[in-house]
């Protein structure tokens, strides 16, 4: 039996996958609604998410320094912990980039399906958490969650591909602003990849804890 003090990094993990999964809603709307007069809106919002889920990592570790003993391995909490974290910034970041470089809402449709791909993968990081508390039980379920996030990993990776390969090589570049857009657009896409592969970092934690649980 757990101590009820040990059963509190599954309600922190819980914690922080809700906010991720709040992050996740954000985004979407930001593409979907194609407003750019909301970005202002939505970065600070996204900012206020991003410094409660910090809140939330830095509880966690805190929690790992003193527990006596943990419901699985330490080194899996944490990094679970981290691998969280990135993924809430990846998002974050991104929400601050298309702020930052006053990216027009044409560029939103350009990003709507990555977009699309990385809420899909969250939700599915959100309810492992949720069977995190009992994975002896639903490890199945985790398992084939893991699963899916890294088939949507690929998808992403063959997204961005085709994506950057139109991006970078366009019919003609009339202007130095031209120019200067791509390259602000093609920072925008590589840090939607590296979102989507911190989310099969996610997942790896999840798989390792199943391993070594089993």
């Known amino acids: 039996?757990?101590?009820?003090?040990?059963?509190?990094?599954?309600?922190?993990?819980?914690?922080?996958?809700?906010?991720?999964?709040?992050?996740?809603?954000?985004?979407?709307?930001?593409?979907?609604?194609?407003?750019?007069?909301?970005?202002?809106?939505?970065?600070?919002e996204m900012k206020k998410l991003e410094s409660e889920a910090?809140?939330?990592?830095?509880?966690?570790?805190?929690?790992?320094?003193?527990?006596?003993?943990?419901?699985?391995?330490?080194?899996?909490?944490?990094?679970?912990?981290?691998?969280?974290?990135?993924?809430?910034?990846?998002i974050e970041r991104v929400v601050?980039?298309?702020?930052?470089?006053?990216?027009?809402?044409?560029?939103?449709?350009?990003i709507k399906d990555y977009i699309e791909i990385i809420c899909q993968a969250i939700e599915e990081i959100k309810?492992?958490?949720?069977?995190?508390r009992n994975f002896k039980k639903y490890s199945k379920n985790i398992l084939e969650r893991c699963e899916k996030i890294n088939k949507l990993e690929n998808e992403g990776d063959d997204l961005n591909r085709t994506t950057l390969k139109r991006l970078m090589n366009p019919d003609s570049i009339s202007s130095p602003t031209e120019t200067l857009e791509i390259i602000k657009q093609k920072e925008i896409f590589e840090t939607l990849e590296d979102t989507i592969d911190c989310c099969e970092d996610v997942a790896n934690v999840f798989e390792a804890i199943i391993i070594k649980n089993s």
């Open 54 to 90: 910090d809140d939330i990592g830095h509880e966690t570790a805190s929690n790992l320094h003193k527990a006596f003993i943990t419901p699985i391995e330490g080194e899996d909490i944490d990094i679970l912990r981290q691998n969280l974290d990135d993924v809430i910034d990846g």
């Open 1 to 44: 039996m757990f101590l009820p003090k040990e059963k509190k990094f599954y309600g922190l993990f819980e914690a922080m996958a809700e906010k991720l999964s709040q992050a996740g809603i954000l985004l979407k709307k930001l593409v979907e609604e194609q407003e750019p007069e909301n970005i202002e809106k939505i970065a600070l």
């Open 96 to 110: 601050n980039r298309i702020q930052i470089y006053n990216i027009g809402a044409s560029f939103f449709e350009k």
């Open 127 to 132: 309810e492992s958490v949720k069977e995190l």
